[in-house]
């Protein structure tokens, strides 16, 4: 599916590429010098040590930012990561709608929301902060986030998706103070950027968990984030996330934006698996690209969430998947949130095919790609040049060479 | 009288059982005073939605033969003088297959993807057009323009005839080759998605 792979070192060796793509160091080999910042710089906004060295990186075929200086997809690396919370700095950015990420005076930003509406309003930053606030710690995922043969690590396989807790107002809160009308059944959801992406989401979902959010990881939400307003709607593909939130219009029908024609499918199987997220996992040690340096104890470690609520089960094989034993959840299980899975493994040079499955509150079950094969009545071999149907949630397996070679087994 | 947004509505959805348990809640949910009103002005000058029964849509008119001018003028620059290959995304589906493969932005629904085929409705065409064309200049085109620029590329794609006149009545009327092509998914809360089922 898709173009070919161009070579990915080639996009971080460029120096403009790695600046725009947002603090992106590259990494040559030599260690930055710590002498290059001043004291004051390094104390006002703290900095990771110079020995840590994860990075996000543009996603296979899609050069970001591409020759009209535009981000489109840039992943994180999950590889690296620990607990359940991605740094802000490493939120994997979905931007294909022609945004140059927009700088917006948060004293300037208003919310409109209108409509089908008894009392239109419009907000400041400051109004919305006068209402109640929620935290919620939530993921957010691009529809984009599918695992292919030629992807070589987690980051590639999964790094469209990331976690953060996010400060804001309900939208419910919102929508009862300008009154949805009879008849209202959907909501359009606009941004600030250039090309002002849209989309529509179910008045349902809007009145109940979505958020208005201004805070991330217990600072503004980051300017690729949305800055300074965003929208979550916990569980759904990434698009719905409205970044730059300036306006809701309430409205009767599916609005069938520039956004959402980019999403819809034809097929009504298919077009149900998408929207919100199934139940998903992954290992993120070992996975694609790590070496193992020898036999001995590790911890098979990786993330779980699901779109349909909080993550209830989740289950390791390490004979690719013949058997299955209960990994234990190492962290807060939040509902649409990543949730840390561990299990000890001892490995005794033995080639060997780890996965993880992932169950949620609602009984859904996170399927193998053959057992989405079947329900589609396609030949495994389909996926070789197709994407999965609806959004990717199946089972990842990275094989375990006897050298200790970690790589994608998705065929 | 702040509290409630409507006391004597809540009282009378309050006594219709069954139907009232959901806009009671809505009624009663307290008001916080904040917001200011804006005048329908400026919520007309914001409002740049537009739906597919077009009743946003401004007065005005637009046909093939004017747009191929302001094509040429506004948007060769990044799509290509044929509508194809430039650096922007494919907007006229070339007759004959390019040998190198188009660049594939967005939506990537799939190499070959053109907006004026596969959009089930024209009025998103005009709605994208009018908000984010040209790209770092959105905002510059008036409507007599964006009438013309979708009649060009609705015609160039063989999708209406090059004598049509689009405007706020005719528009939303042309009927897209790909107009049943998409399936809204149910959703309600709570609610699993059809597969995987419970093992």
Wanted: charged share 20%; with cysteine.
């Amino acid at each position: 599916m898709g173009p070919k792979k161009p070579n990915r070192r080639n996009f971080l060796k460029s120096g403009a590429v790695a600046a725009a793509a947002g603090a992106v160091q590259v990494t040559t080999g030599q260690t930055p010098d710590a002498g290059t910042k001043s004291l004051k710089e390094l104390i006002a906004y703290g900095e990771r040590s110079h020995y840590v060295t994860s990075i996000r990186e543009p996603v296979d075929a899609r050069p970001s930012p591409d020759q009209f200086g535009l981000t489109f997809h840039v992943t994180t690396p999950l590889q690296d990561s620990v607990g359940i919370i991605t740094p802000s700095s490493l939120h994997f950015i979905g931007t294909h709608r022609g945004s140059i990420v927009p700088d917006i005076d948060p004293k300037q930003h208003r919310l409109l929301i209108h409509g089908m509406v008894d009392r239109p309003l419009e907000f400041t930053m400051d109004e919305l902060k006068r209402f109640p606030s929620v935290s919620r710690v939530h993921f957010i995922e691009c529809q984009g986030n599918h695992s292919k043969a030629e992807d070589k690590t987690v980051q590639d396989t999964h790094g469209l998706t990331s976690c953060s807790e996010w400060t804001g107002v309900l939208l419910s809160l919102l929508l009862n103070q300008v009154g949805v009308q009879k008849g209202a059944a959907w909501v359009v959801c606009e941004g600030a950027e250039e090309v002002k992406g849209a989309g529509s989401i179910r008045l349902s979902k809007a009145m109940d968990d979505c958020l208005v959010a201004y805070g991330q990881n217990g600072e503004p939400v980051r300017p690729q984030q949305g800055f300074p307003l965003r929208l979550l709607v916990p569980g759904f593909e990434g698009i719905y996330n409205t970044k730059w939130l300036r306006r809701i219009k309430v409205v009767d029908r599916y609005y069938m934006t520039y956004n959402d024609y980019g999403h819809i499918s034809k097929d009504e199987e298919i077009a149900a698996l998408t929207l919100q997220w199934g139940p998903k996992s992954v290992i993120t040690f070992p996975s694609g690209g790590q070496q193992l340096p020898g036999h001995g104890t590790y911890q098979i470690t990786g993330l779980a969430w699901s779109g349909g609520g909080a993550v209830r089960r989740v289950e390791i094989s390490t004979d690719g998947g013949q058997t299955w034993k209960d990994a234990e959840i190492r962290g807060p299980v939040y509902p649409k949130a990543h949730t840390r899975f561990g299990m000890n493994w001892r490995w005794e040079g033995e080639e060997c095919v780890l996965q993880s499955r992932c169950t949620d509150e609602l009984g859904q079950v996170q399927p193998s790609r053959a057992e989405l094969a079947k329900f589609f009545k396609v030949s495994v071999d389909y996926y070789k040049t197709h994407g999965t149907q609806g959004t990717d949630n199946t089972i990842q397996p990275w094989r375990v060479a006897s050298d200790g070679s970690v790589h994608n087994a998705i065929v | 009288m702040r509290l409630f947004s409507n006391p004597l509505r809540c009282l009378i959805l309050g006594a219709v059982a069954g139907f009232g348990l959901f806009r009671v809640a809505r009624a009663q949910s307290p008001s916080y005073g904040l917001g200011t009103t804006p005048t329908p002005a400026e919520i007309h000058a914001w409002d740049i939605s537009i739906g597919p029964e077009g009743k946003e849509l401004p007065p005005g008119s637009g046909t093939a033969n004017e747009g191929a001018q302001l094509f040429a003028d506004k948007c060769t620059a990044c799509h290509g003088a044929t509508g194809w290959g430039g650096p922007a995304p494919m907007l006229i589906k070339p007759a004959t297959k390019p040998q190198k493969p188009l660049p594939c932005l967005s939506p990537c629904i799939g190499p070959g993807n053109v907006m004026a085929l596969h959009s089930p409705y024209a009025t998103t065409i005009w709605d994208y057009i009018h908000r984010a064309m040209p790209f770092g200049q959105e905002g510059t085109l008036k409507p007599d323009e964006v009438y013309a620029l979708t009649a060009f590329l609705l015609y160039k794609n063989g999708v209406i005839k090059q004598d049509d006149v689009l405007n706020q009545q005719t528009l939303p009327q042309v009927k897209m080759p790909n107009r049943n092509g998409y399936a809204i998914p149910d959703w309600k809360p709570g609610a699993p998605r059809p597969f995987p089922s419970e093992r």
